[in-house]
């Protein structure tokens, strides 16, 4: 196919007839309101006004009324903030929408909104409104990248494949774009990206240039997924990292070290990829991972992608492990990696890729970001790079969430105060995630700690305290209640199944048996912050699951204990800081668990009453073992589970069996923690039946929810066992004439 000289060697584009009716459809295309400004605009015609708008001696015009501060001694504050906006890259759209789906999500109102509420705001010198503030946005025109521009980032084939659109029908637009990987394509899909692309660099050019001390980019398409050689999720060109090569090319001494802050929900595998071996840009991606299951999927966005030789350490990845992520959760990640981090980096201009699709209302992201949190965000971040801040648009797809977080951005780069955050307490999941990172960065950043004691532990031949605590507690179980290890069949050998499920001598006789399914015991502690000991004077075990099991021996039940490891200690030990099982890889493991003892004990018993007690994670393990074994039903008296706030609640639903909910209800007690999310989304709901019965607990914690519900707990056991006569607990090391 053969494409145009004129898109091919950067030139700029004749517009005028194509665009001429749009424009003039839309109030907001120059801004201008000094006096020369004003009579200029109103003598254009619609397309001169295009054309005039990307000159070079318009945009000097501009940029050299703006050069000077207010004030010489409040050179920043008194600076102005730059805009970048052009009603062209709203051209961008769907040639044959989907009318069963709906608008797209890329919407081309998006720049609009945003837009539309800096005018309504006063922010834009706009010849349609009274300017509101003392200091509007000063307007920075944005152009037409550069084949060689983009070619910094990207290849030369996927330059020649996004020119060449213009040439295509809509036919093959339509099916090239559903062909690809989340994006649509049109004739006017090469000017909108070259466009997009061009006013993120004009945007830290100006910056840097000294125009303006801040500024923001409303551009489109987006930018931060697309790769080398592959447009993908909404994006065409890459347009912070063209930005960023582009002035580090220009502004070789000015603009040496560059740091792309990137808080759009989805991971910016695109800009991971342009800076991966790169030790002058630092990239932070705060993000919805999922485990790589959110998009962009794949493992890419996991905290343990750091960058590559020279570049080692400057690639951060903040995956949040769910949805749902709030202000205080990315307050706290700004607060503890991502500001000490650029504080140490020391940057030269930073750049946001600021997608607002964590917005409150986001129908993609699902978070709860209010304008609030992002301008607390980018008043963080102003404290850098002597306040030369870029904010590049990239994603965000409800109109009005992204309008409202945009304008606070705003107000807070001229200078306005951020406003006060809804909530500040993070959830356990988003600090679990920033705690994960901390200890993976630390390896490369001397400001964060904790550090990875793994040398001096294996030095030390240091063992894990979660096999050294169940050996305890097994020994204390022998002792008390004449407690011993069940033998079990494993397919690999680890020291964590020694001592993992322990019985009383007569769990296979006619008497009530308590079958306890749990996480390990927690410890309890301040470990130093710097060299990550614990003072054993100082750190406490804490076992609640101790009180059921002494009751029912005292009450003459047998009782199984079955202890669910998080870690697997290999024969060859590495000391290093060891993940938790992976949770599905887990609750299937103490699935087969689960049967096996069933299978070899539980069914053998002769007991009439058979109580399963299932605790924290290994509750779901329980749930869907039963689920999947319909003959467990005619023995199973009752069924209770624990789930602290950071548990999932697992439900019994079946697809084929419409009397499995039923029986689950009523043969269940669940005890769920007054903070877990059941109970948000069931606020003027009761949850249904497939979740069983639930009580809410008044705690969190699972040692204090099982401590406080206990005496409930025995009660029903001992209620449903009325009818079996209870024997006096034997005496542990007494022979038979003493007992």
Known sequence: MDIPDHLMDGDVMD???????????DPFVLGMR????????????????VAHSRSPSFRQEIMTTTAKPALEQLPYSTSQTGLVYDVRMRFHVEVRPEVNQGVHPEDPRRIYAIYKELVDAGLVDDPSTVSLAPSVLARIPTRFVTKQEVCAVHSERHWEFVISLELWDNEDLHNGGSQMDSIYLSKNSPMCARLSAGGAIEACRGILNGHVKNAIAVIRPPGHHAEHDEPMGFCLFNNVPIAVKACQNEFKDTCRKVLILDWDVHHGNGVQQAFYNDPNVLYISLHVHQGGKFYPAGPKGDHLHCGEGPGLGKNINIPWRTAGMTDADYVLAFQKIVMPIAQDFDPDLVVVSAGFDAAEGDMLGKCHVSPAGYAHMTHMLMSLADGKVAVCLEGGYNLRSIAVSALAVTRTLMGEPPGRLATTIPTPS?????????????????CLYPKDPSKRIKQTEGERIHDIVREYQAGWLWENLGMSDLFIAHSKTSRSFTNQVLATSNHSESRPLLVIFHDPPDLVGTPDPRTQRLELHNTWLTDS???YIRWAYDRGFAVIDVNVPKHLTDLEETHEHAEEIDGKKNIDETQLLAKYLWDNYIELSESKHIFMLGIGKAYTSIVNFLKENDRCRERLTKVIGFISDECTLPSYKSTTDDFLDRWYRDASKIFVATGHYVWEKHKFKPPGKKWGTLQRSDYNDMQEMLSHHCKEVTGILTVLTDDWEPEAAPVVGASEEET
């Open 15 to 25: 517009t005028t007839e194509v665009h001429e009716t749009t424009i003039d459809m």
């Open 34 to 49: 000094s006096p020369v400004a004003q009579t200029k605009h109103q003598k254009l015609s619609n397309g001169d006004r």
């Open 430 to 446: 988003g600090v679990d995630s920033i705690e994960e990172v901390l200890r993976q960065q630390a390896k490369y950043w001397p």
């Open 545 to 547: 699951v101790k009180q």
